[in-house]
């Protein structure tokens, strides 16, 4: 096979899609993540965007951790593949591209230095980060001259610092972030623990001014399936492509970057010109709800209830006859006329989710979006559930229904090492939540046969909902008339009679 390195790419040797890469292209963003969203996401259309002559930039990354891939991205020359599969407009489609527009990947805890050299880069505009929900967090810890700093916010307050030394504060020199972390409103919250560390630390207040006045911080949603290396299938494409990457990224093809910021800024990261979904926006909770509502709200909806008949994927909701017509009842007639947007792009949307949940190159396990699921459906189907009950008087039939089997899923025993199970088939199930919900959800259906009392009891329980759910309208006869039903015919049973 053919060695993966820009020779051979230069050379023609590599018979893959990609843009020219060019070691004459300015540094422009510095990428703080080196995990498989990052690369199937933002390199990936930085790529593009460079290939289609739009952008001129390149992206120096960095570890977030002390473990990373900077030594694999050195190896082959921090290049790597990313392999887009799904159905598109009904149609399956599958693209390669050989991103080459990463520059250097930088490992920070070895090389502070460099960490820093590029931080004073005068060329670099955009900072992009993706450290886990958990990383845009405050943790105390002392600013140590030459170190990298453990936590993420204080590592861009120690880079910032240095970059307002270099250019003394120049309106000039301020920096763009977008974090890609999935909590709401993450640009605002890292920004507000950086000034917290520049408080803690006892920087000047100039400093603190320059941060303030001429670096900007943007919220943003993003949204793309990234299941990562496709190990199974590795050798056969490794073969097609006629050289080996370990680093090789798969992904489905819809994206959608919403950034909340500046209009101007669109032309500096001018991404949404090569005709990818990124949008710029001064407002980006109706984008939020929209997904959250109708991806999210739509997996937590069916979610349980198809595990509790026997599937496994999401996939297999979307092929099971009855499961699906649910899915689409649910999600056509229930969820999407309450999200505040244009009919005609919410409907659009929820198609484009319906592709998506039947990607056969995506294996999203029901079992994985049920952990948490009281405070999903709390969050992400209760809303429309209010909503909906507003306008007609009553609960919807479907939601209130999702309702009861989330009761019938968190139906569940405690064993003798303290987990909660469940029972599917003859089978159990371990059930991952919060030990008080657990708790709260045993000691309920401990000996009980009336699934009203049941029902009115959970719902009623304000630890479990943050507030009391008898008082929706309808919400608890439903939902007490449904796991009835479930109780006596089971899950798609009751299902068919919706």
């Known amino acids: 096979m053919i060695e993966l390195n820009r020779t051979n790419l230069a050379a023609g040797q590599l018979a893959v899609e990609s843009s020219a890469p060019s070691t004459l292209k300015p540094v422009r963003i510095l990428q703080i993540g080196d995990g498989n969203f990052l690369r199937g996401f933002v390199d990936w259309m930085v790529d593009v965007a460079n290939g289609a002559g739009l952008m001129n930039g390149q992206v120096t990354m960095a570890q977030p951790q002390e473990r990373g891939i900077a030594d694999l991205m050195t190896a082959q020359d921090h290049l790597f593949t990313v392999l887009l599969r799904g159905v598109q407009n ?132 993003v949204d793309r399936i990234v299941p990562g290396f496709p190990a199974a299938e590795a050798q056969a494409l490794f073969a097609e492509l006629g050289y080996q990457d370990p680093l090789m990224v798969a992904a489905e093809p819809f994206l959608l970057w919403v950034i909340e910021g500046p209009a101007a800024l669109a032309d500096e990261l001018p991404l949404h010109k090569a005709g990818l979904d990124v949008v710029w926006t001064n407002d980006l909770q109706p984008y939020r709800t929209r997904k959250v509502r109708i991806l999210n709200g739509a997996h937590t909806a069916s979610s349980l209830a198809s595990y509790c008949a026997g599937l496994d994927t999401v996939r297999e909701m979307t092929e099971d006859p009855v499961v699906s017509k649910y899915l689409n009842q649910v999600m056509f007639t229930e969820i999407v006329p309450f999200v505040p947007l244009p009919d005609a792009e919410r409907r659009a949307y929820a198609e484009t989710i319906m592709e998506r949940f039947a990607n056969p190159h995506i294996r999203h396990e029901l079992s994985s979006i049920a952990l948490n699921s009281v405070s999903k459906w709390q969050v992400r189907v209760l809303p429309t559930v209010k909503d909906y009950a507003a306008q007609h008087g009553q609960a919807p039939a479907g939601l209130s229904f999702s309702l009861a089997a989330l009761l019938k899923f968190y139906q569940c025993e405690r064993t003798a090492n303290g987990e909660y199970v469940g029972q599917r088939q003859g089978q159990t199930y371990p059930i991952k939540d919060n030990a008080d919900i657990l708790a709260i959800m045993s000691a309920a259906w401990q000996g009980a046969t009336d699934m009203a009392q049941v029902a009115s009891t959970l719902l009623a329980d304000t630890r479990l909902w943050g507030e009391d759910l008898t008082r929706v309208p309808g919400l608890a006869e439903q939902t007490a008339a449904s796991l009835a039903r479930i109780q006596a015919v089971g899950i798609k049973g009751a299902m068919s009679a919706l």
Not at 95 to 118: E, F, G, H, I
Not at 137 to 161: D, R, S
Not at 170 to 175: I, Q, R
Not at 197 to 217: D, G, I, M, R, Y
Request: proline share 5%.
């Open 90 to 221: 009904g149609l399956p489609t599958q693209s390669k591209r050989l991103v080459s527009c990463v520059n250097n990947t930088l490992n920070p805890y070895t090389q502070w230095d460099a960490m820093l050299a590029t931080m004073q880069d005068p060329a670099l505009r955009f900072v992009v980060s993706n450290t886990t929900e958990a990383g845009i967090a405050y943790v105390e810890e002392a600013l140590v001259q030459g170190q990298c700093p453990a936590n993420f916010p204080a590592k861009v307050t120690a880079l910032l610092l240095a970059r307002f030394h270099a250019f003394g504060g120049s309106a000039a020199s301020g920096l763009v972030f977008l974090p890609a972390e999935l909590i709401e409103a993450n640009g605002t919250k890292l920004k507000k623990f950086v000034l917290q560390f520049a408080q803690a630390w006892q920087l000047p207040a100039e400093f603190v001014a320059w941060v303030e006045a001429h670096n900007v911080f943007c919220n943003t949603l």
